[in-house]
Structure formats: structure tokens, C-alpha cells
């Protein structure tokens, strides 16, 4: 039997399945309609293309809306945030309801995101963290969704953490997760002294040896963190299942660029062509997840915005794979 650092046993994990299988029955069993199966898809677009619905937070749009969006503008996935699950329900909304039409429209949810201090070394802090993160999972199962990003909220200013430690973290996240049905994925936050490189977070995931454990890396952050891009290269195609989509403009300085600064792939510098091969090469069939925290895109018309960034990410897509 496996402990938690937190006190908890996997025993007292599994035992909370019961309500939380009770919470999610019936959700998940209808097949998208429209997102074709990874075999069928075609040999220069590999990969499933998902929104992250930041690329039009600014719109103030309601979820329910975004999906209709992504799903008329050809998404074949939905990474909702949290917040967006919360104000659905205080809406007088209902999540069951909210998953049935996202798989009417064919969309799947991929992912989501939320901020829990999973990672850290004060022991109350984690405990409510996990509490947090238990929340976000039935709340993602709820709708559908499958996982959920873990990255290093309350760890962004310390690089002084035991590797080992945070590794036992997060298998004790996924063990939680295991329970409700839902993946924490460790995210590669580029600003942060910690898991700021895929390195970091690939060495948290090897050493959580957990069958799930996996990694949920992000083009601006791979730049933002120093961490270039020849590393995907050494991961497997179980490592990732979702990679955030993106892309960077050649000025400010890579320590001086904010999530703001991101562009729509293939109107900045980022070496997209490459980054696609290589992911094709060790065999992802995941989701491409459009995340853009862009004001001026804010300003416009969301319908607009979502087909241009789709539109950029197809042809970025089958440009890089036509250099194979």
C-alpha cells in the first residue's frame, strides 16, 4: 500500500469512489460525433485539434456558447477552466446537461484547468489542496472530461523542493484521480523555479512510477522556461496527451514575454514545423489545445477568432508534416 505524504492511504482514496461513481454515472459513454478516431485521421493531420477556451476569455462568453463556437469552427475537443464549471453551476446550470450537449456538438474534453497547491511542503496547505483537486475531478467527470492540468500553483518562487518529494505528490494525485476517473497531468509552467523545463517535469513523472502519470507541456512555456524543443524527441507517446498550442513573437526577450504575448501558431517564431515532426515521430495522436491569452483577439468577434486560430493551427499542421 502506497501512503500519501498528506496521512492519506490509497485505501481512503478508493474509499470515496462510491459517491463519486454515483456523481458520474452515465457520463462519458457517447462517442463524440464528429471528431474522427485517431486511426482514421489523415496522414498530415495526425493530431485532434481542441480549444482552450482562454483564446476567448475575454469575450465573457458562457461555456455553453464557446462550445457551440469551437464546435461550428471544426474543434474536435473542448479544455474548459474551472471557473468556467463553477459559474455554470451557480448559473443554476447543470453539468450533466452541459456534457450531453458537448458530445451532441462531437466535442470531447480533453482536459481542463485548475490551480490547486498539490506540490507543496506545508502539510494543511496540501491537504486542502487535494481537497481542491478532488473537487476539480468530479467536477471535469462530470461534463465528460478525462483530465485535468496540475501545474506548479504555490511553487512558482521555490526551487529548493526535493524533486523526489513532489514526485511522491503527484503519485498520490493520480491515485486520487484514479478514483473519480480523471488524469492530473504535471504542466510546465516556464515562468516558475519549479517544473519550469520538461526535464523537471519529465523526472516528476518518471519517478511518480505511476501507469498514468504524463506530462502537459505548452510551446511558449517550452521557450519560456529555456526548455527548447529537441526533448519531446525522448518522450513516448504515453508521456503526452495533450500539448498547448501556440505561438511567440521574436521580441520581447524570452524572459520578458507574458502569456499576453502569445500569437496564433504560425504568426510568430517558434519552430512549429519541427515540433509537429517530432511529435509525429514518437507517435502522438493527442490534441493540439489552442491556449491564447491575446487581448487584441479578445476584442473581436469570438467566432472569428476561434476559426483564424484553427485555420492557422491546420495549416502550421500539414506545412511542418509536409517537411517529413
Excluded at 494525485?173 to 517544473?195: C, D, H, N, R
Excluded at 512549429?272 to 476584442?299: C, T
Excluded at 491546420?314 to 506545412?319: D, L, N, Q
Aim: charged share 25%; glycine share 10%; hydrophobic share 40%.
Amino acid at each position: 500500500m502506497h501512503s500519501t505524504e498528506s496521512g492519506l492511504t490509497r485505501r481512503s482514496w478508493l474509499a470515496l469512489a462510491p459517491a463519486v461513481a454515483c456523481a458520474g454515472a452515465g457520463v462519458g459513454t457517447a462517442k463524440a460525433a464528429t471528431a474522427a478516431p485517431r486511426s482514421e485521421r489523415p496522414a498530415d493531420e495526425p493530431f485532434g485539434y481542441c480549444l482552450n477556451t482562454s483564446t476567448v476569455q475575454g469575450q465573457k462568453l458562457s461555456l455553453a456558447r464557446e462550445a457551440e463556437l469551437a464546435a461550428a469552427a471544426g474543434y474536435h475537443a473542448l479544455e474548459p477552466w474551472i471557473r468556467e464549471l463553477d459559474d455554470h453551476v451557480k448559473g443554476g446550470g447543470s453539468l450533466d446537461a452541459l456534457g450531453r450537449q458537448f458530445r451532441d456538438l462531437g466535442l470531447t474534453v480533453e482536459s481542463a484547468i485548475g490551480f490547486f497547491d498539490w506540490a507543496v511542503d506545508d502539510e494543511t496547505r496540501r491537504r486542502k489542496a487535494f481537497d481542491e483537486a478532488k473537487r476539480n475531478m468530479e467536477l471535469v467527470r462530470a461534463v465528460g472530461g478525462t483530465r485535468l492540468a496540475a501545474p506548479p500553483a504555490g511553487l512558482t518562487d521555490r526551487s529548493d523542493v526535493d524533486p523526489k518529494r513532489i514526485a511522491e505528490r503527484y503519485r498520490a494525485l493520480l491515485e486520487l484521480g484514479a478514483t473519480i476517473g480523471v488524469v492530473p497531468q504535471v504542466e510546465v509552467w516556464g515562468f516558475s523555479k519549479t517544473l519550469g523545463t520538461l526535464g523537471e517535469a519529465a523526472q516528476v513523472a518518471v519517478a511518480a512510477d505511476h501507469p498514468s502519470a504524463c506530462i502537459l507541456a505548452d510551446v511558449y512555456h517550452l521557450y519560456r522556461g529555456g526548455s527548447g524543443f529537441h526533448g519531446v524527441k525522448l518522450l513516448s507517446k504515453n508521456a503526452l496527451h495533450v500539448v498547448h498550442l501556440n505561438d511567440y513573437p521574436a521580441s520581447p526577450p524570452r524572459d520578458k514575454l507574458t502569456d499576453a504575448d502569445r500569437v496564433y501558431p504560425g504568426d510568430g517564431v517558434a519552430p512549429l514545423g519541427q515540433f509537429f515532426r517530432d511529435l509525429d515521430a514518437i507517435g502522438f495522436r493527442g490534441y493540439l489545445s489552442i491556449e491564447l491569452f491575446n487581448r487584441k483577439y479578445w476584442d473581436q468577434e469570438p467566432a472569428t477568432v476561434l476559426a483564424t486560430a484553427l485555420n492557422k493551427l491546420r495549416t502550421a499542421v500539414k506545412r511542418g508534416l509536409a517537411g517529413r
